[in-house]
């Protein structure tokens, strides 16, 4: 046997071979991260065709999430066992067989049950796609690529809605799951032909007490925090029961992983100080801005009347800003670091989130539209150069399992974010004034059973919805604005070839 390592590039630019790898690995993700929102956006009508009710057809969502929760930890193991290609076109065809499946579902049991399937798949997309990209850019690009797996991120959010309401407007709701068939057919080929060969080091034993702990672990975890929403508390025993469970497990996991050797998640990674900033800055992001996230399209289908599609247009200036800004953040970090661009792009959210504090139902649009733009200025130098600067430091053999960590934690932040958001916009809407019924079918998006409100009503409703978001985006710019303290610790100066990891590649035996 001899060892062979993988050379470090030949110039510091995003050649033709790395955006050809790109290409694949943004493809996939768009297809698994579009799927989220686009299903999002159809509840209420899958509450029609399957005569369901919402709590049954929110479990579409969950399910999907539970499942990402189950396999994300196992990706980075399967990736250095099996190699990143195989199980990269594993994953694109375990989703896309989902997505099919889901189109002929026939019962909302039956659309839960094949949604998991798809979860499965798309849970290992993103953190296969950060190992392939890591891999394939090296320390001194790793900044850029970055930016371009961000493209998703951004793209999920605000094509979803226009895509799902355009889909099921013009088509049937059949269609948000078949479109997935000839993107996901094309990632296939695509990945066969372009991905580089597989060359997977099997010599580390599978940890199956550490799967068996932490998977379970994390799906009980999100399961009870995804139920707050539902039950208006944390107290409910469908949320404290399997939380409790779960973060029992998951202790029970970081006790099991300490003491051995090659742990399905290698918590000695935390040992890594730029790894343990990067992460909690990224954790304590990710909170903030999937919680916001949930808010900006709720603000405009309530309180401002808007349609699924016209609300997915206004959302786009958020968009614009992170694209503009994106891409020239992932030079930035490449050249400076980290630290200087995350901190700049945190300083353009808080006000520009700020604004939102002080909405009403009546704030002329302009104003909203210019505070996304902005928001999506900050937003692009802000979540890609921290997964930046978790990454960056880490050898070569350590991206798949550093990686599929940053991933976990990411996941259950959005989680958090997304739970304590809702559950705080609901008991600002509910004790403000008496209409509950009439504020809970809003949230819905169905038809309240009662009287329709009278015109003073309907003005006194929406005006106290709209001050129900102001003080709900307070709690989010006080998480944004503690995203700087940790943030002020990442590294404000490139990283010298003493600090990169990447350089030297675990050696791979052939």
Not at 329 to 341: C, E, F, N, Y
Request: include cysteine.
């Amino acid at each position: 046997m001899t060892a062979t390592s993988t050379p470090a590039p030949a110039s510091d630019k995003i050649d033709a071979g790395v955006l050809t790898l790109a290409g694949v690995v943004v493809l996939a993700a768009i297809m698994s991260i579009l799927d989220i929102t686009v299903v999002s956006v159809a509840l209420p009508t899958f509450q029609k065709v399957f005569h369901a009710t919402y709590a049954n057809v929110a479990w579409t969502m969950t399910g999907y999430t539970l499942a990402l929760a189950t396999v994300i930890p196992l990706t980075g193991w399967a990736a250095d066992r099996f190699g990143t290609k195989r199980l990269f076109m594993l994953a694109v065809a375990l989703f896309v067989a989902g997505s099919v499946l889901c189109s002929t579902a026939t019962s909302i049991g039956m659309l839960v049950t094949f949604r998991v399937l798809q979860g499965l798949g798309g849970g290992m997309l993103m953190p296969l796609g950060m190992t392939i990209m890591t891999h394939a850019a090296g320390p001194d690009r790793v900044g850029r690529v970055m930016a371009i797996l961000g493209v998703p991120m951004l793209l999920g959010p605000i094509g979803g809605p226009i895509l799902g309401g355009w889909l099921i407007q013009s088509a049937s709701w059949h269609w948000i799951f078949l479109i997935n068939l000839p993107l996901g057919a094309v990632a296939l080929v695509y990945a066969f032909v372009i991905l580089p060969k597989d060359a997977p080091s099997p010599s580390q034993s599978f940890d199956l007490l550490g799967m068996l702990l932490l998977s379970p672990g994390l799906a009980l975890t999100l399961f009870g925090v995804s139920s707050i929403p539902d039950k208006h508390t944390v107290l409910a025993s469908r949320v404290l029961i399997p939380a409790a469970i779960g973060l029992v497990l998951i202790l029970a996991f970081v006790f099991h992983a300490l003491r051995k050797d090659h742990p399905l998640i290698d918590l000695h990674l935390f040992k890594n100080r730029q790894l343990t900033v990067a992460v909690i800055t990224m954790a304590l992001f990710a909170i903030a801005f999937f919680g916001a996230g949930l808010l900006f399209p709720s603000y405009f289908l309530q309180v401002r009347g808007e349609k699924t599609l016209s609300t997915g247009l206004l959302l786009i200036p958020q968009g614009l800003g992170a694209m503009l800004t994106m891409p020239v953040a992932g030079q930035l970090v490449d050249r400076i670091g980290p630290g200087k661009v995350v901190l700049t792009g945190l300083c353009l959210i808080v006000p520009s989130m700020g604004v939102f504090t002080f909405v009403t139902a009546t704030t002329p649009y302009w104003v909203l539209l210019l505070g996304l733009f902005v928001m999506g200025l900050g937003m692009g130098c802000t979540m890609m150069p921290a997964f930046t600067a978790a990454v960056q430091t880490l050898t070569h053999a350590q991206v798949a399992r550093g990686s599929t960590l940053v991933n976990i934690l990411q996941q259950v932040s959005s989680s958090i974010g997304t739970a304590t958001f809702s559950v705080i916009l609901t008991n600002q809407e509910l004790g403000k004034h008496p209409l509950k019924e009439f504020v809970q079918a809003s949230q819905q998006q169905s038809k309240p059973t009662g009287p329709p409100p009278s015109p003073a009503q309907l003005h006194t409703v929406y005006g106290q919805l709209a001050d129900s978001f102001a003080t709900t985006y307070t709690v989010g710019v006080v998480l944004v604005a503690l995203c700087l303290v940790p943030a002020f610790l990442l590294p404000r100066h490139k990283l010298t070839s003493a600090e990169q990891g990447m350089d030297a590649p675990a050696p791979i035996l052939v």
